[in-house]
């Protein structure tokens, strides 16, 4: 799987967007790019995915750039219970499912 | 269709006892994990299942045993506990591993002390 880089941490004012980068400069043509967000004390849980067009769904948008190194989770409006650690991850078909990790995130802190 | 559950939700152990944590999921999926979360950390794989019947190791799976005897089950044993097995296990399926389906579905954990 490619690498992926995110910051380590970021903040976030109530009611506006959270912007969440994530890196994957060595990403493949058949790599998909998915995020995950754990709350606390809770299991992660599924965001979105994408391969290279912008997807949107009920939770965010994800913009992937169209060299596909990098791409961002937006959360449109932002509030105190997206406060979160969000995992940014890269998979293609038929990877090996022993190689399923999750790295360390980005804590999102979302500040009334 | 209640997704992935665990049981149980919380546990608290001697050193030296032993237990089985049961995960199951009602998607029909393939692929099930057992994870492991230490305090601030993030996830680790102790092992994982490609389908019923099958179980591989993951990246920590010294002094854990699994098996998947039915698809929708997959179990995570201690043989001996030990305090440093005292974490979160989290339980996840997926339908495959990779590509345009691999969302992967966690249960809610399973909070573990061994004393």
């Known amino acids: 799987d490619a690498k992926t880089t995110q910051p380590t941490s970021m903040d976030c004012a109530e009611g506006r967007a959270a912007n969440l980068p994530c890196n994957h400069s060595t990403i493949s043509g058949n790599e998909y790019v998915y995020w995950y967000r754990q709350i606390h004390s809770q299991g992660p849980q599924y965001i979105i995915h994408g391969l290279k067009n912008n997807e949107t769904n009920e939770m965010a948008s994800l913009i992937i750039t169209e060299d596909r190194k990098s791409s961002t989770l937006i959360l449109p409006h932002a509030t105190l219970r997206d406060t979160a650690v969000y995992y940014c991850?890269?998979?293609?078909?038929?990877?090996?499912?022993?190689?399923?990790?999750f790295g360390d995130g980005t804590t999102l802190t979302v500040k009334p | 269709n209640a997704g992935v559950t665990q049981t149980p939700k919380f546990r608290v152990l001697k050193t030296g006892q032993s237990m089985t944590l049961l995960c199951a999921q009602d998607m029909n999926h393939e692929y099930m994990y057992w994870y492991r979360q230490d305090p601030g950390m993030g996830l680790r794989l102790i092992h994982y299942s490609v389908g019923e019947g099958t179980t591989a190791k993951g990246e920590v799976p010294d002094g854990y045993n699994v098996s998947r005897l039915k698809k929708q089950n997959f179990l995570l044993g201690l043989e001996s506990a030990a305090p440093s097995q005292t974490s979160v296990y989290f339980c996840a399926s997926s339908y495959d591993t990779g590509g345009a389906s691999y969302e992967q579905y966690f249960g809610p954990g399973t909070r573990l002390t061994v004393t």
């Open positions: 991850i890269v998979r293609a078909l038929n990877t090996n499912a022993g190689k399923s990790t």
